[in-house]
């Protein structure tokens, strides 16, 4: 199968959050996420503007809580990063756990490091197409290794 099609489902996407960079834990989870076995494929230290987060979190416009979002996303430096392992997507929700942390299992990046519902520490891609609409809103193929 020629590589381009393979790779498809071998990448996801992650933001390190503002609240996971506010509390000096870039290291930590990205440590985490080498240790499971993820490869860097992109990364770069950022903040978004409203306008950005919004158009990042489109397909949440009509949730009660996108304004909130996207202001929190918003509110200071985030870390953005392509990840490539074989079953990325799965794999890296496994490792991140449930979006809100009370119900996040023991051992997860959320558990371990998100504030609250809003602020959890992590993103991770839902689907392999949003994978890669999300790492091209970020990084251009120059930028990606
Ligand atoms: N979110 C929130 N309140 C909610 C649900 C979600 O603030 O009730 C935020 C949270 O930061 C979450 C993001 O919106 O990570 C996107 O929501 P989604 O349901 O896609 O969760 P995820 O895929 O991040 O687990
Ligand atoms: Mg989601």
Redesign the pocket.
């Given at each position: 199968m020629p590589k381009i099609l393979k790779m498809s489902g071998n990448i996801t996407f992650t933001m390190l959050?503002p609240d996971a960079v506010e509390a000096n834990n870039i290291g930590p989870i990205l440590a985490m996420i080498n240790k499971a076995g993820f490869k860097i494929k992109a990364m770069k230290y950022l903040r978004l503007s409203r306008e950005q987060a919004g158009m990042f979190?489109e397909?949440?416009k009509e949730?009660?809580?996108y304004g909130?979002?996207t202001q929190?996303?918003s509110s200071g430096p985030i870390v953005a990063a392509i990840l490539e392992k074989n079953n990325a997507v799965s794999d890296f929700?496994k490792l991140?756990g449930?979006?809100?942390p009370s119900k996040a299992e023991e051992g997860t990046i959320r558990k371990m490091f998100a504030k609250?519902?809003?602020?959890?520490a992590v993103?991770?891609s839902?689907s392999d197409e949003n994978a890669s609409i999300e790492s091209s809103f970020f990084f251009s193929k120059l930028e990606q290794f």
């Open positions: 959050k979190y397909v949440h949730r009660p809580f909130e979002l929190y996303m929700r991140i449930a979006t809100d609250s519902i809003a602020a959890n993103h991770g839902d």
